[in-house]
């Protein structure tokens, strides 16, 4: 067994966490006030060819794997950027994968090129306000006429629609058979036609600097070029991406509860109050202790889970219980800096609200911890299905 | 033009110095590493050197233990084209001089139109060693340099040099050396590709021997490490203005002895 990165990705993790911060904590705070998209953040990332990680060799990219990505945006949270940094990355890392694993030549040649140079920009459609975590239930439909689908249907929380140049969608194609819930459906890697597709952005806790959106789809024409793989096989394909999605949303709630831990910890040695340092206090340093032990522990599953994926192993059972526990971690990470901080924790001013904030997100996406436990239940217990 | 830089690798700016059990060392255990900020600015301006004239080559050198081979591979990721890692026991207690004659006789193999250096390293702050490699080697030598112009057949570099309130500009013959001041230039951060490369560039290991060095004890040695001695506190002046101040001034002037 060896626990040792290599050189390249010692050395991705080093310059990535160099690069991110020259963003500072403030960029952010003022990005996250004026709910401005981080730009200049994606432009140095793009000029770095650091979008490019995991697009292959032939189509300008790295050929790197969910590894390296995910010590990639672990440093970009650590590096307090968190989730409004991480996000318009990582929509260069998972939304591909079903492209690159089971995209024609055709499609693959058309788009991954521009993937790199961040002239594509990504929106992931999936999850449909009727349907939840129940995707077999979307209502979506891209009708076959020709050459072409046309789809309708409506999709929610799809991150940076505001922004996006092209979508990957995820519609029904044939009706619902009970027996086989998950075929019938089909992905596409598309355009954002904003003439066919409205997009009406959602307020929320936090990240306001990256948007989320319900989007109403009304007659999109999509050619039949741009199916990602085979018709009716789209739910499959899109497990490819699934998993590294958890994955690496689990090492950004890492990296996350590692920004908040370093600035409790700082203030901690800081902060003098009844003539010593508040860090000095088992009260104050035990919970910094035990988050920064929760914190290696979820980092370990992240790479494990990571590890298998790139060595072409099964890997749902790792990469859930990532999302889980480090969510967990993350969180308590957020909570307990916040405390250490005591009321200047809830000044904005010190940064640890905005991570406290975005935090949150990881216990409920990409998957809510208790559809991660049922997961875990049912296919990795053999306990009976509940719902 | 072939340009040869010479880097050292020091710990982490943030890193908290403690002094190692044997009183003339520093504990190095859970040190971060990188290479010199101001070699950094050398290594930037021979790549920026040779992008302005379409050819050439960059080589990254070093003396230092095993570990050093990181901080050539950041130059390599940087842009550098090879490395050359000056790895031998022989070398552990080298001084700055025994530095320099090791470089030299790199340079002498080498033979570069250039060697850059950064003005100090930031761990001993000797600043000694590229005016010592240029002594070795009979070139002459400018530092502090925060603009150098090649001249188009490379025979000669215009190069600035900053010194109180302006810039003293050299026309120096090639080949030189030139020690890098902050402000030369904006140091780039690798890229992914850069990074990946690297892996696939050559560091070639060398000992005293392949430089034709004997082990020379070394002319400097250090005989013990000293912490700074803590600060000692401030102190608040009570009373009415007119009266604070006077007696600030009395004890700037007669316990500081600052005015």
């Not at chain 1, 990219?61 to 650590?78: D, K």
């Not at chain 2, 002498?108 to 761990?123: C, H, M, S, T, Y």
Request: aromatic share 8%; charged share 25%; net charge negative.
């Amino acid at each position: 067994m060896d626990f040792a990165l290599t050189e390249p990705q010692e050395l991705i993790r080093k310059e990535v966490a160099a690069l991110a911060r020259t963003f500072s904590l403030d960029y952010w705070l003022e990005k996250d006030r004026r709910h401005d998209y981080p730009w200049e953040f994606v432009k140095a990332f793009a000029a770095g060819g650091w979008l490019g990680m995991i697009i292959p060799e032939p189509y300008g990219g790295s050929g790197l794997g969910v590894t390296e990505a995910a010590l990639m945006l672990g440093e970009i949270c650590a590096a307090g950027a968190g989730t409004s940094g991480a996000s318009p990355i990582h929509f260069y890392m998972f939304p591909p994968m079903p492209v690159i694993k089971h995209g024609s030549e055709s499609l693959k040649q058309r788009y991954l090129p521009k993937i790199p140079t961040g002239e594509i920009v990504m929106s992931f459609g999936v999850t449909e306000p009727n349907a939840g975590t129940d995707t077999s239930r979307i209502q979506t439909f891209a009708e076959r006429k020709g050459d072409r689908f046309v789809v309708n249907g409506r999709k929610v929380w799809n991150t940076n629609a505001r922004q996006a140049t092209h979508m990957l969608l995820l519609a029904r194609t044939a009706p619902r058979d009970p027996a086989k819930p998950f075929r019938g459906l089909t992905l596409f890697f598309t355009p954002f036609d904003r003439s066919k597709i409205t997009v009406r952005e959602i307020e929320k806790l936090g990240r306001a600097a990256v948007d989320s959106n319900e989007i109403f789809i009304d007659g999109l024409e999509i050619p039949a070029d741009d199916v990602v793989g085979d018709v009716g096989q789209g739910f499959y394909h899109l497990l490819d991406s699934l998993n590294p999605e958890r994955v690496l949303t689990a090492i950004e709630a890492v990296g996350i509860g590692r920004a908040a831990l370093e600035r409790a910890t700082q203030y901690a040695k800081e902060r003098v109050v009844f003539d010593r340092p508040i860090g000095q206090n088992q009260a104050i340093a035990h919970p910094l202790a035990m988050a920064w032990a929760k914190l290696e522990t979820a980092e370990l599953m992240c790479l494990k889970a990571a590890w298998l994926f790139d060595n072409g192993k099964p890997c749902g059972a790792e990469s859930n219980t990532a999302k889980l526990m480090a969510a967990e971690a993350g969180f308590e990470a957020c909570d307990v800096a916040l405390q250490t901080h005591g009321g200047y924790g809830y000044a904005k001013e010190f940064h640890v609200e905005r991570l406290w904030r975005e935090i949150r997100l990881y216990k409920i996406a990409p998957v809510s911890q208790q559809m991660v436990l049922n997961y875990l239940s049912e296919h990795v217990l053999g306990l009976p299905k509940s719902y | 033009m072939k340009i040869l830089v010479a880097i050292k690798q020091v710990p982490d700016t943030a890193t908290q110095v403690k002094i190692a059990g044997d009183g003339r060392s520093i504990e190095t255990a859970g040190i971060t590493w990188i290479v010199s900020p101001y070699d950094e600015f050398a290594v930037e301006e021979a790549l920026r050197i040779k992008e302005k004239r379409g050819q050439g080559e960059v080589v990254a050198v070093t003396l230092g233990p095993e570990r050093a081979k990181e901080a050539l591979r950041s130059c390599l990721a940087m842009g550098a084209d090879r490395a050359i890692h000056v790895n031998d026991p022989a070398f552990n207690d080298a001084d700055t001089l025994t530095t320099a004659r090791a470089l030299a006789a790199v340079v002498k193999q080498e033979q570069p139109g250039l060697v850059l250096v950064g003005r100090q390293a930031i761990d001993d702050d000797m600043g000694a060693v590229g005016g010592q490699l240029a002594e070795v080697l009979g070139w002459p030598c400018a530092y502090w340099i925060m603009e150098e112009t090649i001249d188009a057949d490379g025979q000669t570099v215009k190069a600035a040099r900053q010194v109180e309130g302006g810039l003293e500009v050299f026309d120096v013959p090639l080949p030189a050396v030139l020690a890098a001041q902050k402000g030369l230039n904006e140091p780039r951060y690798p890229t992914l590709k850069g990074i990946m490369g690297a892996k696939k560039k050559e560091i070639k290991d060398v000992k005293a021997g392949d430089l034709g060095l004997g082990a020379d004890a070394p002319q400097l040695s250090i005989t013990k490490l000293e912490a700074l001695p803590p600060r000692p506190p401030g102190r608040i002046i009570d009373g009415d203005i007119a009266t604070a101040v006077k007696e600030l001034v009395r004890s700037l002037r007669e316990d500081a002895k600052a005015i």
